[in-house]
């Protein structure tokens, strides 16, 4: 049902017409002038506005637009008396719906206003969707980041089950957090089941919970976990740990969404979205037999998987920056610089424990260096210092030996020293340059030199960029 | 040796049971106080860890919603939540917290000690099979062994 205004100075016209329209369910204002349209249109809340091209005030085209913006923005259909193809064009290209003429308006009317009307509905439910996506926590902007954020929304946009896999410590919890907040139950509990840590005997009664005296030591009733999920999101992580004897229980709760606390004889509901996460290679399980198949079916409705930090190697500066800043702020200490050259050993190191190990090698560094204001690689623990050492030792192969200045010695006359030495400075640094693929950090290592001064030679023997690439 | 973290917003009568009782576990456990009321700001949370064991103790409705006022803070940590008994938490707004564990001083606390040992054995065993500590990755992703 919309609201529709009617802008004629035909009475007799705006009768019918409302007269249709309300018997479509619609309600309907009217109005003879410009003037009182405009009134109208600006105190109500329309959905749709019927508009004359000729009234006694004046064009119904020239006033569009006041129309348009008034704060219900409607759509517009226009209607006119004589057609005329110039006023056919400015209507549509000023945004109306559609250009009718009068006499043919009852018969023509029917599809344009539906079509219009089905528009704005469309145009509320995405207006009301979420303009951006809430990704606290998720920090990056690598290619594969942004396609998982992608499929982040579609998961939040949906009701489907999720199974997020990844190596450990890529986020799983984060990205599941990300989905619940995204969806229409952000505002309900991210309940977490924690299958890896609860011993099994534990299991059963913490996901659906017990009544009095359901077992030894059973001395009051309690509420489980997919009960405290009802109406939000229920997060299995570390779902290839559940025991099977449970995944037989939970495949049942899937299927029906009811389930029975233990003792008691009545069945319960719980309206949740299921979220998994798992850091194993759940149809190898399958093979295996120790996970079953229907369960992994019903689990992965959509699948995430999470690129290790290896791969993304471009978002450990923003991720150290922001796990920096958090750490600042929740120890109330000032902020920190970051040297070049911590970041540099950063890259340099592969992060088997992915961005948790990054975040827990900052904790430990933020700890140990709490008086400092700037953190240098200095601060980093040993094995990750090393491993940029090793990395420096890979190339194996001698480097090619120095071209011999032969040229200015041995033909015609010499030049003199600060010419000869500017020029085996010059021809040095290409050399080095050339070997190490313009690499300012391996530059220094091999000659010596430090950065400082590398970049005053750069600059004192002109070179060019070429010569200087991939700093 | 495992780290555990206890907080609660105040010095309250529970927080100080809870840490005689997880004092009082034979499991190895280490476990560090935060001050009452501020958990991040003293030396004792340098040695928090993402992902460490986190348990908070709340005694009541109000104290749960000191807690949740900064539940931001906690995301990072794995949560054991611990009420002082059924009768004064009331509303279910707890679970905002996304606890992996909520138990009742009053009645369940063998189920702490059990997930808590749960975890202490995990550990042990991830500390038998060093092989897996012992891996990394080449500049290609691959699997390989790290040095000793």
């Not at chain 1, 041995?410 to 010419?419: A, C, E, I, L, M």
Request: proline residues 5%.
């Amino acid at each position: 049902m919309a609201h529709i205004l009617i802008v004629d100075d035909n009475t007799m016209l705006c009768e019918l017409l409302s007269s249709q329209l309300r018997s479509a369910d619609h309600t309907v204002l009217s109005a003879l002038t410009l003037q009182e349209a405009l009134q109208l249109a600006q105190q109500e809340s329309f959905d749709l506005i019927l508009l004359d091209v000729q009234l006694p005030d004046g064009n119904g085209l020239d006033a569009f637009q006041q129309f348009a913006q008034t704060s219900s923005r409607p759509e517009i259909i226009i209607m006119t008396g004589s057609g005329d193809a110039e006023g056919a064009k400015k209507a549509i290209q000023s945004g109306a719906w559609s250009y009718l003429e009068k006499p043919n308006i009852l018969q023509n009317l029917v599809s344009p206003l539906t079509r219009a009307l089905e528009y704005r509905e469309e145009k509320k439910r995405i207006e009301q969707a979420p303009v951006a996506l809430k990704r606290e926590g998720i920090i990056g902007s690598s290619p594969v980041i942004n396609s998982s954020l992608d499929q982040v929304a579609c998961a939040a946009a949906g009701g489907a089950n999720v199974l997020i896999t990844g190596e450990t410590g890529t986020g799983k919890e984060v990205f599941a957090r990300a989905i619940h907040e995204n969806s229409h139950r952000g505002t309900k509990a991210f309940v977490v089941v924690d299958c890896a840590s609860l011993p099994e005997n534990l299991i059963e009664s913490t996901l659906f919970g017990h009544v009095k005296g359901a077992f030894t030591g059973a001395d009051r009733s309690a509420t489980g976990l997919i009960k405290l999920a009802d109406g939000g999101t229920l997060f299995l992580d570390e779902v290839g740990e559940l025991p099977e004897r449970i995944q037989k229980t939970f495949l049942r709760v899937l299927q029906e969404r009811s389930f029975r606390p233990l003792g008691s004889t009545r069945e319960e509901q719980s309206n949740f979205r299921l979220l998994a996460a798992t850091n194993r290679d759940l149809s190898q399980k399958v093979k295996d037999g120790s996970f079953r198949p229907d369960l992994l079916y019903r689990l992965r409705s959509l699948s995430l998987h999470l690129p290790p930090l290896r791969e993304r190697k471009e978002d450990i500066r923003p991720l150290c920056r922001h796990f920096l800043v958090r750490l600042c702020e929740r120890t109330q200490v000032s902020s920190k610089e970051i040297s070049d050259e911590f970041f540099e050993t950063l890259m340099d190191y592969e992060w088997p424990g992915n961005v948790r190990e990054l975040q827990q090698t900052l904790e430990q560094v933020f700890a140990n260096a709490i008086h400092h204001p700037t953190l240098f690689a200095y601060h980093l623990p040993a094995h990750i210092r090393v491993c940029t050492a090793m990395q420096g030792l890979t190339h194996e192969e001698p480097p090619p030996p120095a071209t011999a200045p032969v040229s200015s010695l041995h033909q015609g006359r010499p030049t003199d020293w600060k010419s000869f030495k500017a020029e085996q400075e010059r021809q040095y640094l290409q050399q080095v340059f050339t070997y190490t693929r313009g690499n300012i950090k391996e530059s220094c290592r091999i000659s010596g030199l430090s950065r400082a001064r590398i970049y005053q030679l750069i600059n004192l023997h002109n070179l060019s960029t070429q010569q200087k690439v991939a700093f | 040796m495992q780290k555990i973290f206890l907080y609660s917003s105040n010095y309250s009568p529970a927080l100080q049971r809870m840490h005689r009782y997880l004092s009082g576990l034979s499991l190895k456990l280490q476990i560090i106080l935060l001050p009452p009321g501020s958990p991040f700001s003293s030396p004792a949370s340098l040695e928090l860890r993402s992902n460490d064991l986190l348990i908070l103790v709340a005694e009541n409705d109000q104290e749960v919603e000191v807690l949740l006022r900064n539940r931001i803070d906690y995301e990072e940590f794995r949560i054991i939540l611990i009420l002082a008994q059924q009768a004064a938490v009331t509303s279910n707004r707890y679970m905002l917290l996304s606890p992996r564990l909520v138990a009742y001083l009053d009645h369940d606390l063998p189920r702490v000690a059990e997930y808590l040992s749960n975890i202490c054995r995990i550990q042990t065993v991830t500390r038998q099979v060093p092989h897996l500590l012992r891996t990394s990755f080449n500049s290609k992703g691959n699997l390989t062994k790290r040095p000793h």
